[in-house]
């Protein structure tokens, strides 16, 4: 199919809902015609959730929540079409990134799934489909992840300035794109970025996010909290490395909050939350030592303004602005990415970094489902 125009489709650690875009990818740089969020119905977001961590039954549960969300895919697709006057044939592919239910890169046998049959969205839509990312950098003994980074390099790298994206999600990652063409693109899960934060609100407050922070800036930093919380191990160790729900989750907040002597009023376990966050982002970035640096922020957490203010006072000078200052929606930047990935295993180009993730080599990520 000659036609430019692919959908990117992403749900992330935050289970909000299904971001999908229509991107056209005929020129230099990526252009954003449509996007559309299919938010999850309450039973589905449930039973994601649930499947993140061991339970009973998980092979059957599984294999219906994978058709049902395939199926809501299909939905997100057909209303995304809408929007944009656009018909099936029209689009040379889907990207699909599906949902993630476990990821294991560790151990002796490490893998990663994601879940959302493609067959089914190739089958409903008419459209073929690229997924199943992940998995050909683990077998090539990769971490599966991140995978965004080898977009912001295609499209971001620069030979003026050192550059980091900072995309906060559910797990929050950077990109390091120093200017020295030599040196090679780094990038990694530095910790939480909304998930314990989406977690904990939804407890107490039955809603989905702290909008803005706002929750968060009513309480204070317990610094015992804050202490206890930055001794996790996952925090210490040296890239290549990637974290999600397996780690970081409300159990594992309530396990923490068990240690200590006396409870903690829920504002401001939230406002530590959100101090947790940008501390973990603020320590990885410093650490790196790039001066003077670029820093462009993605994902739902880039439009939460307490979160912001806090990163820029955290690293001072450097500016903190979002990636619409180049070009590229932030809210939309991953689902965007995922649209690059399926052309570029449709044109069976290499699409990994070795470097990010520790594969032992370049390959060609993503299985072709025809319609």
Same mark, same amino acid.
Not at 129 to 151: K, S, T
Not at 184 to 195: A, F
Not at 312 to 332: F, K
């Given at each position: 199919?000659?036609?430019?125009?692919?959908?990117?489709?992403?749900?992330?650690?935050?289970?909000?809902? *299904?971001?999908?875009?229509?991107?056209?990818?005929?020129?230099?740089?990526?252009?954003?015609?449509?996007? %559309?969020?299919?938010? #999850? /119905?309450?039973?589905?977001?449930?039973?994601?959730?649930?499947?993140?961590?061991?339970?009973?039954?998980?092979?059957?549960?599984?294999?219906?929540?994978?058709?049902?969300?395939?199926?809501?895919?299909?939905?997100?697709?057909?209303?995304?079409?809408?929007?944009?006057?656009?018909?099936?044939?029209? *689009?040379?592919?889907?990207?699909?990134?599906?949902?993630?239910?476990?990821?294991?890169?560790?151990?002796?046998?490490? #893998?990663?799934?994601?879940?959302?049959?493609?067959?089914?969205?190739?089958?409903?839509?008419?459209?073929?489909?690229?997924?199943? #990312?992940?998995?050909?950098?683990?077998?090539?003994?990769?971490?599966?992840?991140?995978?965004?980074?080898?977009?912001?390099?295609?499209?971001?790298?620069?030979?003026?300035?050192?550059?980091?994206?900072?995309?906060?999600?559910?797990?929050?990652?950077?990109?390091?794109?120093?200017?020295?063409?030599?040196?090679?693109?780094?990038?990694?899960?530095?910790?939480?970025?909304?998930?314990?934060?989406? &977690?904990?609100?939804?407890?107490?407050?039955?809603?989905?996010?702290?909008?803005?922070?706002?929750?968060?800036?009513?309480?204070?930093?317990?610094?015992?909290?804050?202490?206890?919380?930055?001794?996790?191990?996952?925090?210490?160790?040296?890239?290549?490395?990637?974290?999600?729900?397996?780690?970081?989750?409300?159990?594992?907040?309530?396990?923490?909050?068990?240690?200590?002597?006396?409870?903690?009023?829920?504002?401001?376990?939230?406002?530590?939350?959100?101090? #947790?966050?940008?501390?973990?982002?603020?320590?990885?970035?410093?650490? %790196?030592?790039?001066?003077?640096?670029?820093?462009?922020?993605?994902?739902?957490?880039?439009?939460?303004?307490?979160?912001?203010?806090?990163?820029?006072?955290?690293?001072?000078?450097?500016?903190? *602005?979002?990636?619409?200052?180049?070009?590229?929606?932030?809210?939309?930047?991953? &689902?965007?990415?995922? &649209?690059?990935?399926?052309?570029?295993?449709?044109?069976?180009?290499?699409?990994?970094? /070795?470097?990010?993730?520790?594969?032992?080599?370049?390959?060609?990520?993503?299985?072709?489902?025809?319609?």
């Amino acid at each position: 199919m000659d036609s430019n125009l692919f959908i990117g489709l992403m749900s992330g650690t935050s289970l909000d809902g *299904i971001d999908a875009v229509v991107v056209d990818l005929s020129n230099n740089f990526p252009k954003l015609v449509s996007s %559309h969020l299919e938010p #999850f /119905p309450t039973q589905l977001r449930s039973e994601l959730t649930a499947l993140t961590q061991p339970g009973n039954n998980e092979i059957d549960r599984m294999g219906c929540t994978d058709i049902r969300f395939a199926e809501l895919q299909v939905r997100a697709i057909q209303q995304l079409l809408k929007k944009a006057q656009l018909d099936p044939q029209s *689009i040379n592919a889907v990207g699909s990134h599906g949902q993630t239910i476990r990821h294991r890169p560790e151990g002796d046998y490490p #893998f990663t799934l994601q879940i959302g049959d493609p067959n089914t969205i190739a089958e409903q839509t008419g459209i073929r489909v690229v997924a199943d #990312f992940r998995r050909r950098d683990m077998a090539a003994g990769g971490q599966g992840a991140p995978l965004v980074p080898a977009f912001h390099e295609y499209y971001l790298k620069s030979q003026e300035s050192n550059r980091i994206i900072l995309n906060i999600g559910g797990i929050s990652n950077v990109t390091l794109l120093e200017k020295d063409i030599n040196k090679s693109t780094l990038g990694y899960d530095t910790g939480p970025g909304n998930v314990l934060m989406d &977690a904990w609100i939804e407890r107490h407050q039955n809603q989905g996010f702290d909008k803005n922070g706002e929750w968060a800036s009513c309480g204070n930093v317990d610094q015992r909290l804050l202490s206890l919380m930055l001794k996790t191990q996952y925090l210490n160790l040296t890239p290549p490395k990637s974290t999600g729900r397996e780690l970081f989750h409300i159990g594992w907040l309530d396990h923490v909050l068990q240690s200590l002597a006396t409870p903690i009023a829920a504002a401001d376990v939230q406002a530590t939350l959100l101090e #947790f966050t940008a501390t973990t982002i603020g320590n990885a970035i410093q650490s %790196h030592q790039l001066e003077p640096l670029e820093l462009f922020v993605c994902g739902g957490g880039a439009r939460n303004q307490t979160l912001m203010k806090r990163l820029t006072q955290i690293l001072d000078p450097t500016p903190v *602005i979002t990636t619409d200052s180049v070009g590229l929606p932030c809210e939309w930047l991953e &689902a965007m990415a995922f &649209a690059w990935l399926a052309k570029a295993c449709l044109d069976g180009t290499c699409s990994n970094l /070795p470097a990010v993730t520790g594969a032992n080599g370049h390959r060609v990520l993503g299985g072709i489902y025809q319609a």
